[in-house]
């Protein structure tokens, strides 16, 4: 089994190490946070279920304790508020994951890192540039979570399972996201086709209805955040598969963020397109072919993250 350190303990840090236990992906959980009370608390908290799932020990650390981690999930940061972008955090959680970088490349230099905190994007490609760590083993959540949003929302408007829904958010975590509809199948159908072929074609309500879709996707962050303060239910999930799909090492495409080396034309950024996870990290991406269009908002997105990344002091 593994040891999983976990770096932040606010909602999104301790619901990922709930989930951690629960799903029994890893035999030892480290919780790191510079409020250690909370921190404490939470791995109590935590620990006190593991008599109801795969026994695992978890505590409170420091630094120091994630030594000899095989995955280190980062989640630590100022939380986006209401009416707050993503890219408004960029500065604070710039200067808190750069230290976090210089303990960690201290104390873990091997392990897997998975970038949670946002601006997810640019927070990866610091983590990539100052840490050195090799960049294989950093990935950033990207659009895993978008991507999830899309399909249960297609799901629920098919009337198929999620399982069934192929459609990923490509480009940033973030309002210049998009989904390359060219790629999007449901049931071995391409989309457009999907209602005509399918029994329950009377029920289903579908008129090409892609923006609508696509804004709900780059919204429903913010929905959410206004109706309960915070988002971390579904991002500890979404987080929960891509150490699933490590460990499990047989390499499966998702959509996380790492950075590009002249795919699609780009260099220098840290974004999402879909790409091959296995135990040793990022293993390489799927550059499938998409549309003049698609290629076109891939560069906005693209340009977007680099216009922040340019006014940051790294």
Known sequence: MSKISVIGAGNVGATVANDLMIQGLASEIVLVDVNIKRAEGEALDIYQGAPFHSPAIVRCGEYCDTKDSDIVIITCGVARKPGMSRLDLAQTNVNIIKSVAVEMAKYAPGALYIIVSN???????????VSGIPERQI??????LDTSRLQSELAKRFYISPKNVHAQVYGEHGDSSFVPW???HIGNNRLENYKEQSPDCDRIDWNQDYEEVEEFVKKSGSIII??????????????????RCILHDAGTALTVSSLMHGEYGLEDVCLSVLTLVDRNGVRGKLTTPLTEEEVAKLHASADKLKSVIAQLEI
């Open 119 to 129: 601006p997810v994007d640019i927070l990866t490609y610091v983590f990539t540039k």
């Open 139 to 144: 990935i950033g959540s990207g659009t895993i």
């Open 226 to 243: 206004e109706k309960k303060g915070a988002t971390f239910f579904a991002v500890a999930m979404s987080v929960c598969q891509i150490v």
């Open 182 to 184: 060219s790629l999007a």
